[in-house]
Protein backbone atom coordinates (compact mmCIF):
# COMPACT_ATOMS: atom_id res chain seq x y z
CA UNK A 1 0.00 0.00 0.00
CA UNK A 2 3.08 2.47 0.93
CA UNK A 3 4.43 1.86 -2.33
CA UNK A 4 1.28 2.28 -4.51
CA UNK A 5 0.93 5.70 -2.55
CA UNK A 6 4.35 7.03 -2.98
CA UNK A 7 4.48 6.09 -7.15
CA UNK A 8 0.62 7.44 -6.79
CA UNK A 9 2.34 11.27 -5.94
CA UNK A 10 5.28 11.02 -8.37
CA UNK A 11 4.13 9.06 -11.87
CA UNK A 12 2.90 12.00 -14.49
CA UNK A 13 -0.61 11.60 -13.85
CA UNK A 14 -1.34 14.14 -16.71
CA UNK A 15 -0.94 11.53 -19.42
CA UNK A 16 -4.54 10.50 -18.98
CA UNK A 17 -6.21 11.84 -22.07
CA UNK A 18 -8.40 9.92 -24.62
CA UNK A 19 -6.12 10.00 -27.83
CA UNK A 20 -9.76 10.57 -29.45
CA UNK A 21 -9.70 13.98 -28.21
CA UNK A 22 -7.89 14.90 -30.85
CA UNK A 23 -10.74 17.31 -32.15
CA UNK A 24 -9.96 17.23 -35.70
CA UNK A 25 -11.28 14.81 -38.80
CA UNK A 26 -9.31 16.13 -41.41
CA UNK A 27 -5.91 15.79 -42.05
CA UNK A 28 -4.52 19.14 -42.45
CA UNK A 29 -5.25 20.60 -38.90
CA UNK A 30 -4.88 17.17 -37.17
CA UNK A 31 -2.53 17.40 -34.18
CA UNK A 32 -1.14 14.72 -32.53
CA UNK A 33 0.38 15.37 -29.21
CA UNK A 34 1.85 13.82 -25.99
CA UNK A 35 -1.18 14.28 -23.67
CA UNK A 36 -2.48 11.38 -24.73
CA UNK A 37 0.39 8.80 -23.06
CA UNK A 38 -0.20 6.95 -20.39
CA UNK A 39 -2.91 5.14 -18.22
CA UNK A 40 -5.41 6.00 -15.60
CA UNK A 41 -3.90 5.38 -12.07
CA UNK A 42 -6.30 3.00 -10.09
CA UNK A 43 -7.09 5.15 -7.25
CA UNK A 44 -11.35 5.43 -5.87
CA UNK A 45 -12.24 8.85 -6.08
CA UNK A 46 -9.76 10.22 -8.20
CA UNK A 47 -10.20 13.01 -9.61
CA UNK A 48 -8.23 15.30 -12.49
CA UNK A 49 -8.54 18.61 -14.13
CA UNK A 50 -6.38 19.08 -17.27
CA UNK A 51 -5.77 21.48 -19.73
CA UNK A 52 -3.70 21.29 -22.96
CA UNK A 53 -2.87 23.84 -26.16
CA UNK A 54 -1.08 23.42 -29.07
CA UNK A 55 0.21 26.11 -31.58
CA UNK A 56 1.44 25.64 -35.34
CA UNK A 57 1.50 27.14 -38.56
CA UNK A 58 2.98 26.17 -41.92
CA UNK A 59 2.62 26.76 -45.29
CA UNK A 60 4.54 23.04 -46.70
CA UNK A 61 2.38 19.76 -46.93
CA UNK A 62 2.70 16.38 -48.32
CA UNK A 63 0.58 15.36 -51.59
CA UNK A 64 -0.66 11.69 -52.21
CA UNK A 65 3.21 10.57 -53.16
CA UNK A 66 4.68 12.46 -50.11
CA UNK A 67 6.09 14.94 -51.98
CA UNK A 68 6.44 18.25 -50.50
CA UNK A 69 3.94 21.09 -51.47
CA UNK A 70 2.35 24.21 -50.48
CA UNK A 71 -0.35 23.37 -48.03
CA UNK A 72 -3.31 24.51 -50.94
CA UNK A 73 -1.56 21.57 -53.27
CA UNK A 74 -1.69 19.01 -50.95
CA UNK A 75 -3.99 17.55 -53.61
CA UNK A 76 -2.44 18.27 -56.51
CA UNK A 77 -3.03 21.45 -59.15
CA UNK A 78 -6.50 23.17 -59.68
CA UNK A 79 -8.48 21.85 -62.32
CA UNK A 80 -10.30 24.04 -63.93
CA UNK A 81 -10.45 22.94 -67.36
CA UNK A 82 -13.92 20.79 -66.96
CA UNK A 83 -15.07 22.99 -64.06
CA UNK A 84 -18.23 23.51 -65.48
CA UNK A 85 -18.66 20.19 -67.28
CA UNK A 86 -22.50 18.36 -66.33
CA UNK A 87 -23.03 21.00 -64.15
CA UNK A 88 -26.73 22.21 -63.32
CA UNK A 89 -27.02 25.20 -61.84
CA UNK A 90 -29.64 27.88 -62.05
CA UNK A 91 -28.26 30.89 -60.07
CA UNK A 92 -25.32 30.63 -63.18
CA UNK A 93 -25.99 33.92 -65.53
CA UNK A 94 -26.12 32.96 -69.53
CA UNK A 95 -22.90 34.49 -70.16
CA UNK A 96 -21.40 32.76 -67.54
CA UNK A 97 -22.86 29.08 -68.65
CA UNK A 98 -21.23 30.30 -71.84
CA UNK A 99 -17.79 30.71 -70.75
CA UNK A 100 -17.88 27.75 -68.65
CA UNK A 101 -19.10 25.69 -71.33
CA UNK A 102 -16.61 26.61 -74.56
CA UNK A 103 -13.86 26.24 -71.98
CA UNK A 104 -14.29 22.55 -71.04
CA UNK A 105 -15.00 21.95 -74.70
CA UNK A 106 -11.74 22.88 -75.68
CA UNK A 107 -9.01 20.15 -76.62
CA UNK A 108 -6.16 20.89 -74.99
CA UNK A 109 -2.75 20.59 -76.59
CA UNK A 110 -0.93 20.62 -73.00
CA UNK A 111 -1.94 18.51 -70.26
CA UNK A 112 -1.06 21.52 -68.14
CA UNK A 113 -3.89 23.91 -69.55
CA UNK A 114 -6.49 25.58 -67.66
CA UNK A 115 -4.87 24.88 -64.55
CA UNK A 116 -4.24 26.72 -61.11
CA UNK A 117 -1.83 26.51 -58.71
CA UNK A 118 -2.44 28.00 -55.32
CA UNK A 119 -0.59 29.14 -52.38
CA UNK A 120 -1.38 29.83 -48.95
CA UNK A 121 -0.59 29.27 -44.98
CA UNK A 122 -2.24 27.20 -41.99
CA UNK A 123 -2.37 28.39 -39.00
CA UNK A 124 -4.08 26.68 -36.00
CA UNK A 125 -4.28 26.92 -32.44
CA UNK A 126 -5.99 24.06 -30.35
CA UNK A 127 -6.74 22.21 -27.15
CA UNK A 128 -9.08 20.80 -24.95
CA UNK A 129 -10.63 20.85 -21.08
CA UNK A 130 -10.16 17.87 -19.69
CA UNK A 131 -12.35 16.37 -16.91
CA UNK A 132 -12.02 12.96 -15.24
CA UNK A 133 -13.51 10.58 -12.10
CA UNK A 134 -12.98 7.55 -10.84
CA UNK A 135 -15.76 5.78 -9.71
CA UNK A 136 -14.29 2.83 -7.59
CA UNK A 137 -10.46 1.73 -8.05
CA UNK A 138 -11.41 0.45 -11.43
CA UNK A 139 -14.06 2.07 -13.45
CA UNK A 140 -13.93 5.80 -14.11
CA UNK A 141 -15.50 8.17 -16.52
CA UNK A 142 -14.56 11.45 -18.01
CA UNK A 143 -15.40 13.97 -20.52
CA UNK A 144 -12.84 16.02 -23.11
CA UNK A 145 -13.84 19.77 -24.34
CA UNK A 146 -11.58 20.67 -27.33
CA UNK A 147 -11.58 24.44 -28.50
CA UNK A 148 -9.85 25.84 -31.49
CA UNK A 149 -8.74 28.52 -33.63
CA UNK A 150 -7.88 28.11 -37.24
CA UNK A 151 -7.53 30.03 -40.34
CA UNK A 152 -5.98 29.72 -43.76
CA UNK A 153 -4.21 33.02 -44.77
CA UNK A 154 -3.32 34.71 -47.90
CA UNK A 155 -4.79 32.26 -50.46
CA UNK A 156 -3.43 33.65 -54.10
CA UNK A 157 -3.10 31.70 -57.49
CA UNK A 158 -0.53 30.77 -60.18
CA UNK A 159 -1.56 30.08 -63.67
CA UNK A 160 0.72 27.29 -64.89
CA UNK A 161 -0.80 27.40 -68.38
CA UNK A 162 1.63 26.86 -70.56
CA UNK A 163 2.06 30.64 -72.40
CA UNK A 164 1.56 28.94 -75.64
CA UNK A 165 -1.96 26.90 -74.69
CA UNK A 166 -3.17 30.22 -73.66
CA UNK A 167 -6.27 30.61 -76.05
CA UNK A 168 -8.95 33.24 -75.79
CA UNK A 169 -11.71 30.72 -73.99
CA UNK A 170 -8.85 30.56 -70.80
CA UNK A 171 -8.30 33.84 -70.66
CA UNK A 172 -11.77 34.82 -70.64
CA UNK A 173 -12.65 32.17 -67.51
CA UNK A 174 -9.90 34.28 -66.06
CA UNK A 175 -11.14 37.73 -66.81
CA UNK A 176 -14.72 36.46 -64.97
CA UNK A 177 -12.90 33.91 -62.60
CA UNK A 178 -14.24 35.68 -59.39
CA UNK A 179 -17.95 36.38 -61.04
CA UNK A 180 -18.53 33.09 -61.62
CA UNK A 181 -17.76 32.01 -57.72
CA UNK A 182 -19.86 34.87 -56.63
CA UNK A 183 -23.06 33.69 -58.83
CA UNK A 184 -22.67 30.76 -57.20
CA UNK A 185 -21.95 31.81 -53.66
CA UNK A 186 -18.48 30.90 -52.96
CA UNK A 187 -15.28 33.16 -51.99
CA UNK A 188 -11.90 32.06 -52.23
CA UNK A 189 -10.62 34.61 -49.93
CA UNK A 190 -8.90 34.07 -46.55
CA UNK A 191 -10.63 31.85 -43.78
CA UNK A 192 -10.63 31.80 -39.77
CA UNK A 193 -12.84 31.05 -37.11
CA UNK A 194 -12.33 29.64 -33.53
CA UNK A 195 -15.02 28.08 -31.10
CA UNK A 196 -15.29 24.12 -29.40
CA UNK A 197 -14.45 21.45 -31.32
CA UNK A 198 -16.27 18.24 -31.37
CA UNK A 199 -17.03 16.94 -27.31
CA UNK A 200 -15.85 13.35 -26.09
CA UNK A 201 -17.17 11.08 -23.41
CA UNK A 202 -16.13 8.23 -22.66
CA UNK A 203 -15.85 5.52 -19.69
CA UNK A 204 -13.42 3.22 -18.69
CA UNK A 205 -11.76 0.53 -16.94
CA UNK A 206 -7.88 0.44 -15.39
CA UNK A 207 -5.38 -2.24 -13.33
CA UNK A 208 -2.29 -1.61 -11.92
CA UNK A 209 0.23 -4.72 -11.04
CA UNK A 210 3.43 -4.17 -8.55
CA UNK A 211 3.22 -7.52 -7.70
CA UNK A 212 6.40 -8.44 -10.66
CA UNK A 213 9.55 -9.87 -10.39
CA UNK A 214 11.55 -8.12 -13.04
CA UNK A 215 9.49 -5.19 -13.43
CA UNK A 216 8.80 -2.23 -10.93
CA UNK A 217 5.25 -2.09 -12.58
CA UNK A 218 2.76 -2.71 -15.08
CA UNK A 219 -0.68 -0.67 -15.50
CA UNK A 220 -3.52 -1.61 -18.05
CA UNK A 221 -6.36 1.32 -18.97
CA UNK A 222 -9.22 0.05 -21.75
CA UNK A 223 -11.33 3.27 -22.75
CA UNK A 224 -14.21 3.50 -24.82
CA UNK A 225 -16.83 6.42 -25.39
CA UNK A 226 -18.16 8.33 -28.36
CA UNK A 227 -17.64 12.02 -30.24
CA UNK A 228 -20.46 14.21 -30.03
CA UNK A 229 -20.28 15.71 -33.53
CA UNK A 230 -21.01 18.66 -32.33
CA UNK A 231 -18.29 21.35 -33.96
CA UNK A 232 -19.15 23.24 -36.78
CA UNK A 233 -19.28 21.98 -40.16
CA UNK A 234 -17.38 22.82 -43.17
CA UNK A 235 -18.72 26.39 -44.69
CA UNK A 236 -19.20 24.78 -47.89
CA UNK A 237 -19.60 28.70 -49.37
CA UNK A 238 -15.98 29.60 -48.76
CA UNK A 239 -13.51 27.65 -50.95
CA UNK A 240 -10.80 27.02 -48.60
CA UNK A 241 -13.32 26.02 -45.26
CA UNK A 242 -12.04 23.14 -43.03
CA UNK A 243 -14.35 21.12 -40.08
CA UNK A 244 -13.39 22.12 -37.12
CA UNK A 245 -14.15 18.93 -36.02
CA UNK A 246 -15.83 15.82 -37.76
CA UNK A 247 -17.76 17.19 -39.90
CA UNK A 248 -21.05 17.12 -37.77
CA UNK A 249 -20.27 13.20 -37.85
CA UNK A 250 -21.32 11.43 -34.83
CA UNK A 251 -19.24 8.20 -34.03
CA UNK A 252 -17.37 5.93 -30.86
CA UNK A 253 -14.09 4.80 -30.01
CA UNK A 254 -12.43 2.44 -28.47
CA UNK A 255 -8.30 2.32 -27.09
CA UNK A 256 -5.98 0.89 -24.99
CA UNK A 257 -2.65 1.69 -23.31
CA UNK A 258 0.02 0.08 -21.36
CA UNK A 259 2.63 1.27 -18.82
CA UNK A 260 5.30 -0.52 -17.81
CA UNK A 261 7.91 0.64 -15.28
CA UNK A 262 11.67 -1.05 -15.71
CA UNK A 263 13.10 0.71 -12.37
CA UNK A 264 11.87 3.48 -10.59
CA UNK A 265 13.07 6.35 -13.13
CA UNK A 266 12.08 4.58 -16.34
CA UNK A 267 9.08 3.88 -17.68
CA UNK A 268 7.44 3.21 -21.23
CA UNK A 269 4.29 3.43 -22.74
CA UNK A 270 2.18 1.63 -25.67
CA UNK A 271 -1.02 2.98 -26.89
CA UNK A 272 -3.77 1.93 -29.45
CA UNK A 273 -6.80 3.92 -30.53
CA UNK A 274 -9.51 3.23 -33.09
CA UNK A 275 -12.24 5.85 -33.93
CA UNK A 276 -15.30 4.87 -36.34
CA UNK A 277 -17.70 7.65 -37.56
CA UNK A 278 -21.07 7.34 -38.76
CA UNK A 279 -22.09 8.07 -42.12
CA UNK A 280 -24.93 11.23 -42.62
CA UNK A 281 -26.67 13.03 -45.23
CA UNK A 282 -25.34 16.40 -45.85
CA UNK A 283 -25.68 18.32 -48.99
CA UNK A 284 -22.14 19.78 -50.06
CA UNK A 285 -20.38 20.84 -52.98
CA UNK A 286 -18.71 17.95 -55.46
CA UNK A 287 -17.14 17.34 -58.84
CA UNK A 288 -19.24 16.88 -62.09
CA UNK A 289 -16.86 15.99 -64.10
CA UNK A 290 -14.00 13.10 -63.64
CA UNK A 291 -11.55 16.00 -64.69
CA UNK A 292 -12.17 18.27 -61.87
CA UNK A 293 -9.59 18.23 -59.35
CA UNK A 294 -8.91 20.94 -56.43
CA UNK A 295 -10.61 23.03 -53.42
CA UNK A 296 -13.08 24.68 -56.06
CA UNK A 297 -16.64 23.14 -56.76
CA UNK A 298 -19.66 24.98 -58.51
CA UNK A 299 -22.03 21.58 -58.25
CA UNK A 300 -24.08 21.14 -55.02
CA UNK A 301 -26.10 18.04 -54.52
CA UNK A 302 -27.57 15.83 -51.40
CA UNK A 303 -25.23 12.93 -50.78
CA UNK A 304 -24.47 10.56 -48.06
CA UNK A 305 -21.27 10.38 -46.87
CA UNK A 306 -19.40 7.61 -45.17
CA UNK A 307 -16.29 8.27 -43.35
CA UNK A 308 -13.19 6.49 -43.72
CA UNK A 309 -12.30 5.26 -40.01
CA UNK A 310 -9.26 6.28 -38.37
CA UNK A 311 -6.77 4.63 -36.03
CA UNK A 312 -3.46 5.57 -34.53
CA UNK A 313 -0.45 4.00 -32.09
CA UNK A 314 2.06 4.87 -30.81
CA UNK A 315 4.51 4.59 -27.65
CA UNK A 316 7.09 6.60 -25.37
CA UNK A 317 9.76 6.60 -23.05
CA UNK A 318 10.05 8.71 -20.11
CA UNK A 319 12.79 9.32 -17.43
CA UNK A 320 11.80 10.69 -14.14
CA UNK A 321 14.02 12.07 -11.37
CA UNK A 322 12.35 13.81 -8.57
CA UNK A 323 9.15 15.76 -9.63
CA UNK A 324 10.61 16.37 -12.85
CA UNK A 325 10.48 13.87 -16.03
CA UNK A 326 11.51 13.83 -19.50
CA UNK A 327 9.69 11.96 -22.46
CA UNK A 328 9.77 10.91 -25.54
CA UNK A 329 7.15 9.77 -27.74
CA UNK A 330 6.48 8.73 -31.28
CA UNK A 331 2.60 8.83 -32.90
CA UNK A 332 1.30 6.95 -36.13
CA UNK A 333 -2.35 8.12 -37.10
CA UNK A 334 -4.02 7.52 -40.27
CA UNK A 335 -7.56 7.63 -41.66
CA UNK A 336 -9.48 5.93 -44.52
CA UNK A 337 -10.59 7.22 -47.34
CA UNK A 338 -14.25 8.87 -47.47
CA UNK A 339 -17.03 8.04 -49.67
CA UNK A 340 -20.10 9.75 -51.30
CA UNK A 341 -23.32 8.18 -52.63
CA UNK A 342 -25.59 11.26 -54.29
CA UNK A 343 -29.30 11.07 -54.21
CA UNK A 344 -29.59 11.92 -57.85
CA UNK A 345 -27.12 8.73 -59.55
CA UNK A 346 -27.98 10.12 -62.91
CA UNK A 347 -26.67 13.34 -62.51
CA UNK A 348 -23.98 12.74 -60.12
CA UNK A 349 -22.85 9.27 -60.38
CA UNK A 350 -20.67 7.76 -57.68
CA UNK A 351 -17.04 7.49 -59.86
CA UNK A 352 -17.51 10.68 -60.78
CA UNK A 353 -17.83 12.12 -57.46
CA UNK A 354 -15.25 10.00 -55.48
CA UNK A 355 -12.64 10.51 -58.13
CA UNK A 356 -12.44 13.82 -55.93
CA UNK A 357 -8.77 13.65 -54.35
CA UNK A 358 -9.87 15.60 -51.36
CA UNK A 359 -11.57 12.50 -50.21
CA UNK A 360 -8.39 10.39 -50.13
CA UNK A 361 -7.59 9.10 -46.73
CA UNK A 362 -4.29 10.44 -45.19
CA UNK A 363 -1.23 9.48 -42.44
CA UNK A 364 0.91 11.13 -40.29
CA UNK A 365 4.41 10.16 -37.89
CA UNK A 366 5.00 12.57 -34.97
CA UNK A 367 7.91 13.11 -32.85
CA UNK A 368 6.88 14.19 -29.31
CA UNK A 369 9.55 15.99 -26.90
CA UNK A 370 8.97 17.34 -23.83
CA UNK A 371 9.66 17.89 -20.05
CA UNK A 372 6.83 17.65 -17.10
CA UNK A 373 6.62 18.88 -13.69
CA UNK A 374 4.43 17.03 -11.13
CA UNK A 375 4.50 18.86 -7.85
CA UNK A 376 2.65 15.78 -5.85
CA UNK A 377 2.87 15.89 -2.36
CA UNK A 378 1.65 12.93 -0.55
CA UNK A 379 0.42 15.30 2.69
CA UNK A 380 -1.95 17.36 0.01
CA UNK A 381 -4.65 16.62 -1.49
CA UNK A 382 -4.38 18.67 -4.47
CA UNK A 383 -1.31 18.08 -6.95
CA UNK A 384 -0.66 19.99 -9.37
CA UNK A 385 1.69 19.59 -12.53
CA UNK A 386 2.64 20.88 -15.70
CA UNK A 387 4.01 19.81 -19.05
CA UNK A 388 5.61 21.87 -22.33
CA UNK A 389 6.06 19.77 -25.43
CA UNK A 390 7.49 20.21 -29.38
CA UNK A 391 5.62 17.79 -32.01
CA UNK A 392 7.28 17.55 -34.99
CA UNK A 393 5.52 15.63 -38.48
CA UNK A 394 8.34 13.42 -39.75
CA UNK A 395 6.56 11.58 -42.16
CA UNK A 396 3.08 12.65 -43.94
CA UNK A 397 0.81 11.66 -46.92
CA UNK A 398 -1.82 14.39 -47.74
CA UNK A 399 -1.32 15.99 -44.59
CA UNK A 400 0.13 19.24 -43.56
CA UNK A 401 3.52 19.47 -42.13
CA UNK A 402 1.94 21.62 -38.97
CA UNK A 403 4.68 21.33 -36.03
CA UNK A 404 3.31 22.61 -32.58
CA UNK A 405 4.58 23.47 -29.60
CA UNK A 406 2.52 22.87 -26.79
CA UNK A 407 2.07 22.93 -23.18
CA UNK A 408 -0.67 21.40 -20.65
CA UNK A 409 -1.60 22.77 -16.68
CA UNK A 410 -3.73 20.19 -14.64
CA UNK A 411 -4.37 19.33 -10.61
CA UNK A 412 -5.01 15.89 -9.46
CA UNK A 413 -7.78 15.55 -5.96
CA UNK A 414 -7.29 12.79 -3.73
CA UNK A 415 -10.27 12.83 -2.07
CA UNK A 416 -9.54 9.40 0.52
CA UNK A 417 -5.95 10.92 1.89
Known amino acids: ?41 ERSSLTTVDVWVTHGST ?19 HKMHQLGKNLVHEDLSDISIDILSALWHVVPTDDAYAQLAFTGECEHTGGALQLALNLSDAWFVGADFPFYKLA ?48 VLY ?32 DENKVFSIAPGHNKHKGFFVSADLVVGTSDWVSFGFHAHELFLFK ?7 QSALGQNGFIKLAQAEVTRTPGNSYEFGGHGRFE ?8 GYTYAHKGADSLISTDQTLYPSDVINS ?16 EL ?33 GSAGIALTWDL
Not at 23 to 36: D, G, I, R
Not at 356 to 369: C, F, K, P
Not at 384 to 403: C, D, E, K, Q, T
Open 280 to 286: RDVNIRL
Open 356 to 371: DTMLQGWSMHTLHIGA
Open 152 to 199: INNPKYTDITPTDAKNAEWLQFLANFDTILQEVGLTKTATSHSGMGDV
Open 203 to 234: GGWTCSIDELDNLDFMDVTFRTGITCGNADAK
Open 374 to 406: DLANQNNKAHPRMSISYNRVLRARNAFLNHTVG
Open 321 to 328: YNCASLFL
Open 1 to 41: MIFKTIRFLTLPLALLAVCSTHPFMASQFFTSHPYSFGTRY
Open 59 to 77: THARDAQRNKVNVLGTYGT
